[in-house]
């Protein structure tokens, strides 16, 4: 646990400080073990010294550190014949290798088990991501990047669900841009899509946050305003129609938009607003153009 933890934080500075901790302890041990009483109990402590390498310096080093000390501790008993009774050091190496045996596969199944949990997390947070970005695609246009059809579509359920529950009102406004066919006629269709996207992200940098902005279809916009009356979506439709006229647009110059707007009445059904709304843009393109119609 606290190799894995550190792992994942590991910097030359810990490496350092971990390493000088094992050091300082092995040469405590050999130390204590230089030291003992020729007693078995004496030589109990050294089985710490497996745990603490393998918990501060992980499965491979852990264990060059482990069996290291082992061959030290076995060199300096055939110095010191006399140091231990045979058996009784005897005993201390077995139960020392098992003690370090056990350790290696628990933490080789601990870290096995840990990788496969972080793998695991990984191919969710990624599968994740996918879905989110399959999510957007989906309710996405993909010429102007501002909402489709569908998601206007379900935006229009969400709010007449919510206006029928809590009785608050909201407004649509659908924006057609005039004499487009001229554009794709005159300059080709490329340059036609370019005055999509220009106005989809001109739309974008004016309406509100709360606000839903798509392309209903063609050269047409939709735009959701919730919580708005007549007044408040009137103001708004005005505002983008002399913003819309005054920006001048790549290769083509000006252009303008006419505004169809409509706010919900009591018995509203998504088609009845829909079509009010389209009957109040075909008012305004008839009339003139480049202007705002309410119904």
């Given amino acids: 646990m606290i190799f894995l933890f550190f792992i994942r934080l590991q910097s030359d500075k810990y490496i350092l400080k971990s390493r000088g901790f094992i050091l300082a302890i092995t040469i405590l041990f050999i130390s204590g073990f230089i030291n003992g009483n020729q007693e078995i109990n004496s030589t109990f402590f050294l089985l710490l010294y497996p745990i603490a390498s393998f918990s501060i310096r992980g499965l491979k080093e852990g264990i060059i550190w482990t069996f290291s000390l082992l061959i030290i501790l076995v060199s300096l008993y055939l110095q010191m014949p006399n ?22 596969w628990y933490r080789h199944y601990e870290l096995k088990i840990f990788t496969k949990i972080y793998q695991v997390n990984e191919l969710k947070k990624e599968l994740e991501e996918k879905n989110k970005e399959l999510k957007k695609i989906a309710i996405t246009d993909k010429l102007t990047n501002v909402f489709n059809r569908l998601k206007l579509d379900s935006q229009m359920e969400t709010e007449m669900n919510r206006v029928r529950r809590f009785g608050h009102g909201f407004s649509i406004i659908i924006i057609d841009i005039d004499y487009f066919k001229e554009v794709n006629d005159n300059y080709g269709h490329q340059v036609g899509d370019s005055v999509l996207m220009e106005m989809a992200n ?39 129609q002399k913003c819309i006229e005054k920006n001048t647009f790549s290769t083509i110059g000006s252009k303008t938009a006419s505004f169809g707007i409509t706010t919900y009445i009591k018995g509203d059904s998504t088609s009845s607003m829909l079509k009010r709304a389209d009957d109040a843009l075909y008012k305004a393109k008839t009339t003139g153009r480049n202007k705002v119609e309410k119904l």
């Fill in 83 to 104: 140091s231990y009774n045979i058996y009784s050091f005897s005993f201390f190496c077995i139960a020392y290798f098992m003690v370090s045996y056990l350790l290696y």
């Fill in 202 to 240: 001109l739309l974008k940098y004016y309406v509100r946050d709360t606000d839903t902005l798509g392309r209903w279809g063609g050269e047409e916009f939709l735009i959701i305003c919730p919580e708005t009356k007549e007044e408040g979506v009137l103001k708004l439709a005005r505002n983008l």
